[in-house]
């Protein structure tokens, strides 16, 4: 009868810790930005705006308009212990750039994950959420790159 109790109890935690190990569930937030210029132009706008800060590509397919990076890493902002040893973070950029007629649509979304420097964290990633900051800062640059593209008369 305690075993049965017992049961009862860990078979929800089981389940839930279980269900938790993916990480974030669903799909992450996206970001859009909608430029006046042909696709062709912003496509070129972005590839070259990854070239320029040495972002490795994964994916690159113009004829569905999708790019992927290469994971980015970096120290993330949380620390542990005396020496404040950083927590690990990575990303990986999605965008999909559409032609809407006389504009062109970039949406984007980042896959951040993170790990810890001690433990069992030590050899796992965790999905976390992003803030978007990412999202936004290679938007903006993108339309820079446009901005930079159609003032050289680029069409």
């Given at each position: 009868?305690?075993?049965?109790?017992?049961l009862w109890?860990?078979?929800?935690?089981?389940?839930?810790?279980?269900?938790?190990?993916?990480?974030?569930?669903?799909?992450?937030?996206?970001?859009?930005?909608?430029f006046q210029a042909p696709f062709d132009v912003v496509?070129?706008?972005?590839?070259?705006?990854f070239e320029?800060?040495?972002?490795e590509l994964e994916k690159t397919d113009n004829g569905q308009g999708k790019i992927v990076t290469q994971w980015l890493y970096r120290e993330g902002e949380k620390s542990m212990g005396v020496r404040r040893v950083p927590w690990e973070e990575r990303h990986r950029l999605t965008?999909?750039?559409?032609?809407?007629?006389?504009?062109t649509e970039v949406s984007a979304y980042a896959i951040v994950e993170e790990k810890g420097p001690g433990g069992t964290q030590a050899y796992r990633w965790t999905r976390m959420e992003s803030t978007g900051d990412l999202e936004r800062e290679v938007l903006n640059a993108i339309g820079e790159n446009v901005e930079l593209l159609t003032q050289k008369g680029v069409r």
């Open positions: 009868m305690c075993l049965l109790r017992l109890i860990v078979l929800p935690l089981v389940i839930a810790g279980c269900a938790g190990l993916g990480g974030l569930g669903g799909k992450p937030h996206t970001y859009s930005e909608t496509w070129d706008a972005t590839i070259k705006m320029a800060r040495q972002v965008l999909r750039i559409k032609d809407k007629g006389r504009v």
